[in-house]
């Protein structure tokens, strides 16, 4: 754990710069605007250790991989969201000495990230030979006008005087560090002095990849536009560089405005003129005008998600921190895009789609966005079908197979284990239609399009199960968990029971899809009378004695004890012990077989689900950020409200404090959906099943009060929970009822219930 | 399968070539000396598809691996024998047309491997514009003078007149195709003219891997030898040309001979001094008396190992390629070496030692050569004792873990599930000190070094099995066993019955050892009863009804069937299937509980032999070069004679009919021993366990007849079988009493015994 950021409310504010934190920091003042992104790099550039980073959503390149080991049905290549090119460069030079805080000397550091604006802010006092200048600079990526970058920089002269120069850059000669290994994969196509333009395209891979087109634009706004500018470009790179001359007292503004523009939306010739037309239409507004549009903008996003904790600034920092950095990824508004599980914040994962979307990110868009938001997220499935059959018939298997890591629905991550073995994901993923038709009670999607997904995905597992003679069963070998510390395992008892709901969901749905959606999907009387047998037969490991669903076979043949006998010293364990090790340890990664009590809810009695979140919890090492929050729900639904606390912290402020070591690469934003979860459907006990809205609310002891509002069929509901009891409002909305602690409530518009 | 080659007892012979079939050809007239070896390749060039092969025994670097999912414990590197300086070049240009077979014309092509004499020749008619010219090329890796390579060139003009052109070429720069990718490996250290001489080391890596330097040094030897010669050289290379003129009916000859000295053997500047030291002891000599000695080596070796088969060439023909290829590689006459898979052949496996060489390599090699050289594989083992300390620490077990694959006792490969999990080769290669022991009945070894090495593998086993409280017996976890095809399984049979065997075995033999032995192992009271416990309660599994062990947990329960019900088209399944389904599938690599029962051969009644055999046989696809041979023994055994002889078909000639479509890559060296293990333990049934030497021979019904000599106990003994039964001869040696056919005879040197 490490906290080298300020608790405060509404931002993430730090007045101290230490080298060593300097990647940390990057990760954690990271920005973006669900179109392009980039990590709190500094604009003056520093020459300290640093990990540059701009990403521009859906936009990537094949990484080759070289197994020696390669093994019949690899992909060739595994995708990666690239570095893209850096637009936010703007050097200064106080009186022939570079401004770089890693040399010059500096005082009153101050930075900061305005959560409520999503704005980003910089100021330091400058120390030169005979003179201080204070600087201040301000940046944020438009939410309304999704191609344009604004930054500011202020520079006011204290004492002495300042000959200032400023150096602009567009700069498409980056590399990665995790992929690609240091190979330039932008090719130039044009500079141009003139526009102030560059064009880069990602070069030609042997994969089928398309290539991408990127156009960056930049143009400088400042007084006295007269000073003398003179523009250089070189391959792939440009730079505008002017001088001032500032006296003691004096101030000078300098703006840049960039617009960057990609192929996945203007053809290559276009570009040029797209970019400029953009550049106009942000620039017939000043920067405080575009920057109240793009703070109104937010304060919608936040009046709908806003979640507030009162006696506890803490946990109210961490969750706004979530909450932004989830919406700065992604918010639903390009059905083309999804959700890397970390953002625009670091090249790990490489900006892919896993199927964290659908487990931990639909549940919280359902409540606090527009249905369309995950509508959006099914509809990106639906649309890369493709890719998923593509997928299975690789592996030598009927139907769709959903890949683990994706940009266009073919599988691009090489991890026998992973990719060929992970295949919950084949059901989580479809998971996701049923919380939507559930959640919104929209049944438009499950019967058509739903339905193609659902057939595939059916004969997928239809096909992956075997009949066992020796059990009389349907088993399913070879498979990892969600518990990623097991690998190739017989009957992981969550595997088994999703395959076997998904069948069981489609063969339900069926009968009432869309005559053409049947007709698409064309399954037989044989098929049907198949898939049921494999509902009616599937086994599911259990121990009877210790009253527990085995996670896999020989579950109970490992060593057994607790992680806290794990000596001092040794974790987390990923980080001190052999693969090996870890394997046959019975230590766990994340939730198993509690994820599918989770995922299952309604159908675990108290007394499964009590009994088998005591003998797994004490297992578990929660190494995976996804881990802690569906523990945290359970233990509130079983009534440890301690236990749902501790873990609840440890999801909230994941980041903020570096609990897993490993911020530094970016932030988990896939994970950062678990505090909301936890505090809604673990603390407030939301559940919504059989078309019922319902909640068992509890507040941790030392919390005053908290509150946050949900989106549920058209009505917008506040629930507020203090020490005395809770309060639900309808804010908007018909009248709905509601199952508070198990006693029905109705809920009128404009009304406050106590429950 | 692909025969390239004709039928001939004594060579391996071609009059085709075709070059769609170069690479393969090359792999097949690959020649070595145990010191050195080289592929096929043409002395003046080929300019067609062609893999360039040079290796040095025990000259390798490190192969950087590059995984974007790198687990804790991995090495660092993949160490591999990499391409050495090519030495043989000999480029001829006739009449300004350059000698390229790829190119020119020509006729009466003979490619031939004389096996008796470990001597490649080949011959063919150029039919240049108005000239041909008859070229006859000699080639031999000489045996007592390790260094040397010795290559002599006739031309003949056959009509017209031809001005001959000759470079002769060193040539540093060189790659790899397999590792490495493309990297220039070799630095120059200086070429020298005048000696004809160039030096060359390999680059600095970041592994701590030792850098080998190696000089190379020709000399041509040829009529004339006032014929004006040029020497160039530049970084890395050498070239010495000269020119003659030959009317029609002339012949010409030109012999080139190198040395090549390595920093293995000589410090870097002394290099020069002794090689040229060394050519002078070769050039002391005539090609022709050189290579007298060198037959005259051969003679000794087949002298000891030839098999004789009357009534059958091509079995004839494939037992000799065998023994030729595994003598080539290595013959026990340095410590520090070991038998590389591919030995000096092609550049997959990469030149390591594997649990291939005690298996496979050390129960022939006991057989046919004196016990020093078997001897010199364990010294091999037990100098790099440190290394598997290292490795055991590495996972964070005590007592040391042999490598998968090595060259310093170091692991040096990384896909986890054979890295981590393949372990049972701390059990197998071990094994050989116990087979050593029985064969050769000298105990010194095992009383001393040999205590070192069993001390430091059960320690591993002890610490690696776990107590599982649900069986009440011990298990082990996690492991791949001999059939590669089941990834990460529990209490695979084999493994289990291996470890606990190690076990046993070490508490057996630690009372005999020397008391020196004793106490530098150190073996405590409750280590030997800790030992002992998990002797008694290791956990074996076995299915009682069916009466089989059971391969691993939930072997059951997969879905059995036949190899025989994999449709056409699908096989070899590693080609054809992804990998997870063929781990789930039941289909087996190679010989795994029938490994087991084959290396404790006499721990198991017949019934169970045959119960086992007839149960897993049927499910193995022998996809592993080492798997036929095994299950060739055990049919004969079993009386299964059909069955014997078509799987001792399959490991004959795997490489001389490219069985598996891979001997492109290299030939299949360490299971080449599996031939001659079929006929002497398979058909001549020989065992030799608790000092009693027995066969128990059968004939394949198309055999006239086969003989084999042994070496055991000081004795050299000739075994000879037909259809009308068999002789043994003491050729050599004290009276012996040996089983035939459960019968007592008794053996007197000299005499001939009908049994």
Redesign the interface.
Known sequence: MKRIFEIDPWRVVTHQFKEEDKRLQESMTAIGNDYMGLRGNFEEGYSGDSLQGTYLAGVWFP?K?????W????PEY?GKSINAPSFIGLEITINDEKLDLAKVNFSDFELSLDMHQGLLTRSFIYEGKDVKVKFEFERFLHITLKEAALIKVKATVLSGEAHIEYKSTLDGKVVNE??N?DEYFWLPIEEDQEARTIQVKTKENNFGVPQFTVLLKESLRHEGQAVTTEVASQEAKLAETFAIHLAEGESYEVEKDVIVVTSRDVADEDQKAKASELMAQLQSKTFEENLADHTAAWQKRWDMSDVVIAGDEAAQQGIRFNILQLFMTYYGEDERLNVGPKGFTGEKYGGATYWDTEAYIVPMYLGITKPEVTKALLQYRHDQLEGAYHNAK????AGALFPMVTFTGVECHN???IT??EIHRNADIPFAIYQYTNYTGDESYVKDEGMDVLVGTARFWADRV??????NKY?I??VTGPNEYE?????NWFTNTMARWLIKYTLERLPKATEEAQKRVNVTEEEKAKWQDIVDNMYLGEDKNLGIFLQQ??F?????RPVSSIPEGQRPI???????????SPFIKQADVLQGIYFLNDEYTMEQKEKNFDFYEPLTVHESSLSPCIHSILAAELGKKEKAVELYQRTARLDLDNYNNDTVDGLHITSMSGSWLAIVQGFAGMRYNNDQLSFKPFIPDDWNKYSFKINYRDRLIQVEVDQAGSKLTLIKGENLPVLVSGKEVELKEGETINA
């Open positions: 990484d991989t070289r197994v020696g080991w093994k019949n049905g690899y595994f995790d992929s290994y690789q592996q030598g298997l991890e026998w284990e060929f073995e075997h009949f066992s003679k020796w059990r088993v070998h070879g690998n190739n395992v017989n009957n076979d020989d109970l043949d490992k060593d057994i990923n980080q001190h012990w052999s693969w090996d090790k870890i394997l046959r």
